[in-house]
């Protein structure tokens, strides 16, 4: 039997799938969801904190919650988005492991992103996002190639020295924002010609992409990604920055 939280966070997930709260509302107060659904303000926060860790919802302190402006993803639906909280970056998680990390930029410049890019990441199309590819490196093995557009006027700065080390670090450390989740979708694939070289695989080499929107803590999109990892990558690590 669901609990009395999960039972208010599945109806608040199915009115904001729904359209009946839409990107950017606020949701009812506290007090007028406990009266709603007659359960207590401790039940309410639960199931808000739920809605927040799965990437739907962001919570302003002093100003409530709001519906976050989520797109499908280019290769799906909403509903097949897969969320997580999680979001410490390539960097972190494997020097967290005790390994050594390198990072090695292939293109890294200021464009227009194509449409329905700027679309997921709410932007104009013509406003100005770096593109950068990188090949990411773990105790000497390359594990990931990642595409990645971010708005600039968003996450201003970012240099060569910024996108070798970790760009979550540049975000949270010294612009003092907060990443907060990522909506992704995960697909097996196979390899172009250049990610065989780069990651030393084969061409007919199974790969698992990961698509992603990764969000800010107001509910700002600030990337759009999509990193690809040979067979054998856990996805319990799989992060694109």
């Known amino acids: 039997m669901a609990m009395k939280y999960e039972a208010v966070a599945d109806s608040l997930r199915k009115k904001i ?31 808000l904190d739920e809605l927040e860790s799965s990437g739907l919802i962001s919570r302003r302190r002093g100003s409530g919650s709001f519906v976050k402006n989520i797109k499908p993803l280019l290769g799906g639906r909403i509903g097949h988005f897969e969320t997580s909280g999680q979001m410490a970056g390539f960097m972190n998680e494997h020097k967290s492991l005790g390994q050594t990390v390198q990072s090695v930029v292939k ?100 790969m698992l992409e990961v698509e992603q929107v990764g969000y800010l803590d107001d509910g700002t999109a600030f990337e759009y990604s999509i990193s690809r990892h040979p067979n054998g990558y856990e996805f319990r690590t799989i992060s694109i920055n």
């Open 107 to 206: 293109e890294f410049a200021v464009v227009t992103p194509p449409p329905e890019i700027a679309s997921m990441l709410s932007i104009d199309e013509d406003q100005f996002c770096y593109h950068i590819v990188r090949i990411r490196i773990a105790d000497d093995e390359p594990r990931t190639v990642e595409y990645t557009y971010m708005p600039i006027n968003i996450i201003p700065g970012l240099r060569v020295k910024t996108l070798e080390d970790s760009i979550y670090n540049y975000i949270e450390n010294d612009l003092g924002l907060k990443v907060a989740s990522g909506h992704r979708i995960v697909r097996a694939v196979l390899p172009t010609k250049d990610e065989t070289e780069w990651l030393n695989i084969s061409r007919d080499s199974p």
């Open 17 to 47: 799938r729904t359209g009946a709260y839409r990107p950017g509302d606020q949701l009812p107060s506290i007090e007028h969801l406990c009266e709603l659904y007659s359960v207590s303000k401790i039940t309410v926060k639960k199931a």
